[in-house]
């Protein structure tokens, strides 16, 4: 069955540094659009960035464009969220998470998603 691992989630001060990892398995990892999501405490989950399945598109929500970047070892099942310039507003748990089909291409609703991960608590500090 799908599996989503994900790490590397952790307390950082405002303006460090954080690098997500997501591990797949169960599926043909190289033939699906992925993403990252967050939820804030009282928040809905909300999108974060997405990549498509061999990482020739990305596309970033507006609040973390600049500052974060998704990319995929398809070799490794893995993708990654690097995140620097972390802001307190970023404080949430964070979703690695498969598209619904696959051979999409850019999705970015949490609608399009098939699979989550249990998610990876990062918290930024003033």
């Known amino acids: 069955q799908v599996q989503l691992v994900e790490s590397g989630g952790g307390l950082v001060q405002a303006g460090g540094s954080l690098r997500l990892s997501c591990a797949a398995s169960?599926?043909?990892?190289?033939?699906?659009?992925m993403g990252w999501f967050r939820q804030a405490p009282g928040k809905e989950r909300e999108f974060v960035a997405a990549?498509?399945?061999?990482?020739?598109?990305?596309v970033y929500a507006d609040s973390v464009k600049g500052r974060f970047t998704i990319s995929r070892d398809n070799a490794e099942n893995t993708v990654y969220l690097q995140m620097n310039g972390l802001k307190p507003e970023d404080t949430a748990v964070y979703y690695c998470a498969q598209d619904r089909a696959p051979y999409s291409g850019i999705r970015s609703t949490k609608f399009d998603m098939g699979n989550w991960g249990k998610g990876t608590l990062v918290t930024v500090s003033s």
């Open positions: 169960g599926f043909t990892f190289s033939t699906y659009t």
């Open positions: 990549i498509t399945r061999l990482g020739g598109s990305t």
